[in-house]
């Protein structure tokens, strides 16, 4: 069996007349997500050292050690929702998969992909400015960072988590592409 065969059984096949540009954006956004789940799960899972905690501030903030089952669930949500924007250049983003009650083998609206999808790339826009925070030593609510990291843990850290900071261009491309090919937009 092909990685091709395995691909098209997993998604259907990709919808007519989407670019292969398009189609290479769809697969990277579930990839850039991939490294920080990896790295959750290997840091507060696995217990490798890839971080410290560092002194508890004032208000007990928390930050992400709620527990291995937090971080597990996270990291494969995270994963999921990445991996709808492979529907932007599918089949079943077009059309209901059959398995779907009532709707199966029905037209998807364009504006029931575009709306979430464009929701999706405007509150992902949070990881750009997370990662700016995180480089100031703060956390998002301005609170101390309790993420500790020296030397390797701080290059490996930004290695795993800055190509976050993608997922929402390359979801903004791809929800811009999706609704103008499926309204007949052109592109010049």
């Given at each position: 069996m092909t990685v091709r065969t395995i691909l098209r059984k997993a998604h259907g096949g990709t919808a007519a007349g989407v670019p292969r540009w398009a189609v290479l954006v769809?697969?990277?956004i579930p990839l850039v997500v991939l490294p920080s789940s990896l790295w959750r799960i290997a840091g507060f899972v696995f217990h490798v050292p890839?971080?410290?905690f560092g002194p508890m501030p004032p208000g007990g903030h928390k930050g992400l050690d709620g527990g291995w089952w937090y971080v597990l669930l996270l990291s494969v949500v995270s994963e999921a929702a990445a991996f709808f924007a492979v529907g932007l250049v599918s089949e079943w983003g077009e059309m209901w998969p059959r398995w779907v009650p009532v709707l199966g083998g029905r037209r998807v609206p364009v504006m029931a992909a575009v709306i979430p999808a464009g929701l999706?790339?405007?509150a992902l826009?949070?990881?750009p400015y997370a990662m700016?925070?995180?480089g100031l030593g703060l956390a998002i609510d301005d609170a101390p960072l309790r993420l500790v990291t020296h030397?390797?843990?701080t290059v490996i850290f930004h290695v795993m988590y800055w190509p976050l900071a993608t997922w929402s261009p390359l979801l903004a491309l791809l929800t811009v592409h999706y609704h103008r090919r499926r309204t007949k937009k052109s592109f010049g």
């Amino acid at each position: 069996m092909t990685v091709r065969t395995i691909l098209r059984k997993a998604h259907g096949g990709t919808a007519a007349g989407v670019p292969r540009w398009a189609v290479l954006v769809a697969y990277a956004i579930p990839l850039v997500v991939l490294p920080s789940s990896l790295w959750r799960i290997a840091g507060f899972v696995f217990h490798v050292p890839l971080l410290e905690f560092g002194p508890m501030p004032p208000g007990g903030h928390k930050g992400l050690d709620g527990g291995w089952w937090y971080v597990l669930l996270l990291s494969v949500v995270s994963e999921a929702a990445a991996f709808f924007a492979v529907g932007l250049v599918s089949e079943w983003g077009e059309m209901w998969p059959r398995w779907v009650p009532v709707l199966g083998g029905r037209r998807v609206p364009v504006m029931a992909a575009v709306i979430p999808a464009g929701l999706g790339a405007l509150a992902l826009l949070i990881f750009p400015y997370a990662m700016t925070r995180i480089g100031l030593g703060l956390a998002i609510d301005d609170a101390p960072l309790r993420l500790v990291t020296h030397g390797w843990q701080t290059v490996i850290f930004h290695v795993m988590y800055w190509p976050l900071a993608t997922w929402s261009p390359l979801l903004a491309l791809l929800t811009v592409h999706y609704h103008r090919r499926r309204t007949k937009k052109s592109f010049g």
